[in-house]
T-cell receptor, first 110, second 110 residues
């Protein structure tokens, strides 16, 4: 069963705009990770945030984590056409597996 | 370093047949895990191996099995295939907290 839920399910934005997606989970975590998946391909690791961290940046990506609300958000700034993909959050509960959310499909329009 | 290599990339099988998928991890990575991705169920954890030992298993029927060899390569097997087994099967290897996914094996059951 999936741990997380993501919203929105789909997002369509104009190139240059920011995209924000959210992830909620149910039980305490070791860390939370975000992945990108281009259509029909494997998952690409974007960023990891530990349970004792509140915010993390990597290039145009910003991730926040609120363990009291059991939620995380991923912000992509100044989006590009190449950012068109599905984005997944995954929680690591120190049990040798990741539990994935349903994903957010992002379409960046030129 | 070469990435996670999965073979075959695409295959079509008939109901009732069995299939074996292979995963070669990144050199030096000893943890290998498998995930099933379908439009309906999303990304579901199958099992994880480390040094030839299964450390965790997802909620899949016994038709799904796996193993890991001494060189860390892993295989998963699905017997008595059903239409619902049609999916993208993803292999992943772990280096600390960072997980690297292969491109997946697309299985279609007809």
């Amino acid at each position: 069963s999936q741990q997380g839920e993501e919203d929105p399910q789909a997002l369509s934005i104009q190139e240059g705009e920011n995209a924000t997606m959210n992830c909620s989970y149910k039980t305490s975590i070791n860390n939370l990770q975000w992945y990108r998946q281009n259509s029909g391909r494997g998952l690409v690791h974007l960023i990891l945030i530990r349970s004792n961290e509140r915010e993390k940046h990597s290039g145009r990506l910003r991730v926040t984590l609120d363990t009291s609300k059991k939620s995380s958000s991923l912000l992509i700034t100044a989006s590009r056409a190449a950012d068109t993909a599905s984005y997944f959050c995954a929680t690591d509960h120190n049990d040798y597996k990741l539990s994935f959310g349903a994903g957010t499909t992002v379409t960046v329009r030129a | 370093k070469a990435g996670v290599t999965q073979t075959p990339r695409y295959l079509i099988k008939t109901r009732g047949q069995q299939v074996t998928l292979s995963c070669s991890p990144i050199s030096g990575h000893r943890s290998v895990s498998w995930y099933q991705q379908t439009p309906g169920q999303g990304l579901q954890f199958l099992f994880e191996y480390f040094s030839e030992t299964q450390r965790n298993k997802g909620n899949f029927p016994g038709r799904f099995s796996g193993r890991q060899f001494s060189n860390s390569r892993s295989e998963m097997n699905v017997s008595t295939l059903e239409l619902g087994d049609s999916a993208l099967y993803l292999c992943a290897t772990r280096d600390g907290n960072t997980i690297y996914f292969g491109e997946g094996s697309w299985l279609t059951v007809v």
